[in-house]
């Protein structure tokens, strides 16, 4: 389809371990954001990928996470050596440019034993 | 103060009422403005853009006051599918680039 695509729809996996989440925005699109979300909570913004630019890591719990973006399309969100708090849906979105509306794949709901 | 701030929901109506959700931003430099909906365990879905001088989307209308920085959203004859958590969004153009609200949720009711 033409929307953005994440991968793997659920991951489970066992605290200590680390995970890589994808994610293949709509093509054309210069502007990537992840997000996390915990049940029943709001959105928390983590990173902002916008064409060649460095991106905007503000949102990034800790360390332990980081997240690039290859040739200005894929991107990968790492989370190194998870915990059980890192337990979250994972969604990333895209938009045409900075000011126009974001567009969301289904996440990536993660849970960490 | 948050950035945006929505109402506290949860709203419960029966079908066929008009609900209408309220939105505050702190930032005077927020250019541009969208509702978004989420349902349960789903992703945001983009529901409408916010223009300056208000727009309406079949049941749906939108109003957007600069001055005092407040956005609205209308919801007309409320329909049982419209049980969602509403989201205001705001662009910023700089920095995370996109402030989600928190949501407000509603239910609407047989």
């Known amino acids: 389809g033409a929307g953005v695509s994440q991968s793997p729809s659920n991951k489970v996996t066992e605290k200590g371990k680390d995970v890589e989440l994808r994610c293949d925005p709509i093509s054309g699109h210069t502007a990537l954001y992840w997000y996390r979300q915990s049940l029943g909570q709001g959105l928390e913004f983590l990173i902002y990928?916008?064409?060649?630019?460095?991106?905007?890591k503000s949102g990034l719990p800790s360390d332990r996470f980081s997240a690039e973006r290859t040739g200005g399309s894929v991107s990968t969100l790492t989370i190194q050596r998870t915990q059980q708090e890192d337990s979250a849906v994972y969604l990333c979105?895209?938009?045409?440019?900075?000011?126009?509306?974001?567009?969301f794949g289904d996440g990536t709901r993660l849970s960490i034993l | 103060r948050k950035e945006v701030e929505q109402d506290p929901g949860p709203f419960n109506v029966p079908e066929g009422a008009t609900v209408a959700f309220n939105c505050t931003y702190s930032?005077?430099?927020?250019?541009?403005f969208f509702w978004y909906r989420q349902d349960c365990r789903k992703e945001p879905k983009l529901l409408m853009s916010v223009y300056s001088s208000g727009n309406e989307d079949g049941r749906f209308t939108a109003q957007l006051n600069r001055a005092s920085q407040y956005i609205s959203l209308l919801i007309r004859d409320s329909k049982l599918s419209d049980s969602a958590t509403y989201l205001c969004v705001v662009n910023l153009n700089y920095g995370q680039n996109f402030v989600f609200g928190p949501g407000t949720r509603l239910s609407v009711l047989p």
């Open positions: 990928f916008q064409g060649n630019s460095a991106p905007d």
């Open positions: 930032n005077s430099a927020s250019q541009s």
């Open positions: 979105a895209s938009s045409a440019r900075g000011s126009q509306p974001q567009h």
